[in-house]
């Protein structure tokens, strides 16, 4: 299996089992994924969860490259095989705790954003890999710059592979709320989420809801413009020539 659980005093631990894969997201793993925080909606024994990558080397780089994913015909939609893989997507409203282990990368912002707060060892790091490949950063990049401030959000997404967010720098601007030694991360984690299953259920749920209320509007907002920008971004090369260049319009913008 693609996906590792447990569940010991109220707490699920989640871990992301594909090592020698650098935990990327393969069909399957989203499917589980989906299936899982449905599946948690229903289980009184689940409080909480702590949301983990196997192995040291990685928290998860995202889409599996291989996947083939099939598009509609229409320009107007994309259709992204992770955009549905967090618990607020599949209407959890445990909360839940990420522990970052290694690379956190493109892809892993759809999980990580949808965690309600993260903590990572020292030897964590974090980065989004799209416009080195010519590719655009929309929903990563829609994510980020509701966890950081708008110049942080801005250096990580739009650097590329030229940079890592060291899990410091991640930390002191308010992307991680724990540090700990390496390989601490989820002992660290699990201590937190044992102390929000040992509350009231009911209020802890609320708080989560009332939490993503408050950036709810504004993240489905900008997630509507994101499938036209990514589009744009995979035309042709030679459409994408024209469209910088304004080759038929007459006019120049470089």
């Known amino acids: ?28 793993t989203a499917a589980a994924l989906r299936e899982l925080w449905r599946g948690y909606r229903f289980r009184e024994d689940v409080r909480a969860v702590v949301l983990t990558g196997a192995g040291e080397r990685a928290f998860s780089t995202g889409i599996d490259r291989s996947a083939e994913v099939p598009q509609p015909v229409s320009p107007y ?68 710059a509701q966890r950081l401030p ?44 044992r102390t929000l299953a040992s509350y009231p259920p009911a209020g802890v749920q609320g708080t989560v809801r009332a939490l993503w209320a408050g950036r709810q509007a504004a993240r489905d907002q900008a997630f509507a413009q994101a499938p036209a920008l990514i589009g744009l971004g995979n035309l042709p090369a030679e459409e994408q020539a024209k469209l910088f260049t304004g080759r038929d319009q007459g006019f120049h913008l470089r």
């Open 1 to 28: 299996m693609s996906l590792r659980t447990h569940i010991e005093d109220g707490v699920a631990t989640v871990t992301l089992d594909r090592p020698e894969r650098l935990n990327a997201i393969d069909l399957e």
């Open 77 to 144: 939609v994309i259709d992204d095989p992770l955009l549905d893989i967090g618990p607020k997507t599949q209407d959890l409203w445990v909360p839940v705790i990420g522990a970052v282990n290694g690379m956190a990368c493109g892809g892993a912002f759809y999980l990580l954003g949808e965690c309600d707060f993260l903590v990572a060892d020292e030897e964590a790091s974090f980065f989004d890999p799209h416009t080195t490949y010519g590719m655009v950063s929309a929903y990563e990049a829609m994510i980020l």
């Open 150 to 193: 708008y110049g942080e959000a801005a250096r990580l997404a739009l650097m590329g592979t030229a940079e890592r967010v060291s899990a410091r720098r991640a930390y002191e601007t308010g992307l991680v709320s724990e540090l700990t030694p390496p390989g601490q991360a989820v002992e660290a984690a699990l201590r937190a989420a």
